[in-house]
């Protein structure tokens, strides 16, 4: 599926190296005045630019956003919004040796093996590019939401075993050095939910967060409340500790959460040539912000 959100729908298209990535919104109602300024800012930190370890392809794409429908002075009609992302620095020539071999850790080969067919510039669909048009959606998910006094912040909490967030860009840049890459983990905040957010049983709150985040490139961990360190722990010490969930409705506190992002496969070390992060949890930070909204404004 392409399409995330029943309520307030967002469908991503486009390849890596195609002509174009984009979206389609529905539901959103009429009357919201888009920040485009607040959206050109995200699309900046989602590329990395002055981040150490990110992509010269990220860096060098100008990710400037065309509204095709749904928009006009500013303002949305409460038709569906159409958007491309053009791609101004795709490469598909570098990728020419993927053709005929698979790359470990990537979707290549059970991409092959499921469609009959794979586009091999860059992993096509299965390329964190496809990202961008994400982060579109979800900052105006994110302005819809600010009207509603519901705030949401995510930050790199780790890299590799490294806390001390003075200390990442030099941890990063060694494992770039050695030609290889590290994972990290990013923290998501959000305040000002209500309570009732969320249903019994299969809508719970954290199982639509979980099923947001987790369909994010290179997410392997999704926790909440206790998460994995409480089981270290007893009840009487972790009881109270809710994370901002309770029976998967929100309980109207803060609701805090994290998820890890494994290393990038591809780096020089592996042998394969291409244009990669060595962390690329540095640029997920406004990926989760933006899936975590578009979870949000649907359950809402």
């Known amino acids: 599926m392409n399409t995330f959100g029943e309520h307030w729908s967002f469908t991503s298209f486009g390849e890596s190296h195609g002509v174009a990535i984009g979206g389609v919104l529905d539901g959103v109602p009429a009357g919201l005045r888009i920040d485009f300024a607040l959206i050109r800012s995200e699309l900046e930190r989602r590329s990395g630019k002055g981040v150490v370890g990110a992509s010269a392809r990220a860096k060098n794409e100008p990710d400037e956003v065309e ?20 791609n101004k620095d795709a490469r598909p020539e ?29 992993g096509g669909r299965a390329s964190a590019r496809e990202t961008a048009a994400r982060v579109v959606a979800g900052c105006m998910a994110k302005q819809e939401l600010a009207q509603k006094g519901i705030a949401i912040k995510a930050a790199l909490v780790q890299v590799g075993a490294e806390t001390d967030p003075d200390k990442f860009a030099d941890v990063i840049a060694a494992y770039q050095k050695e030609g290889d890459s590290i994972g990290g983990i990013v923290e998501c905040r ?37 998460g ?40 020089p070390k592996a042998g394969v040539k291409g ?23 649907n359950l809402i």
């Open 275 to 297: 244009r990669h992060d060595a962390c690329v949890a540095t640029r997920a930070v406004p990926v989760v912000e933006a899936m975590t909204a578009l979870a949000i404004v």
């Open 94 to 122: 570098d990728y020419e040796w993927m053709k005929n071999t698979y790359r470990v850790g990537h979707a290549d080969k059970v991409y092959e093996q499921k469609y009959g067919i794979r586009d091999w510039r860059g």
């Open 190 to 226: 959000v305040s000002g939910l209500p309570v009732g957010v969320g249903e019994p049983i299969f809508d719970k709150l954290q199982a639509h967060l979980a099923f947001a985040i987790m369909s994010i490139n290179a997410c392997k961990g999704f926790e909440y409340g206790t």
């Open 67 to 86: 509204w095709l429908s749904g928009v006009m002075d500013g303002v949305t009609l409460g038709t569906p919004i159409a958007f491309i992302i053009r």
């Open 228 to 267: 994995f360190g409480g089981v270290t722990q007893p009840g009487s010490a972790v009881n109270a500790i809710s994370g901002g969930i309770a029976g998967g409705i929100s309980d109207g506190t803060e609701v805090l959460f994290r998820c890890v992002f494994k290393p990038t496969p591809s780096t």
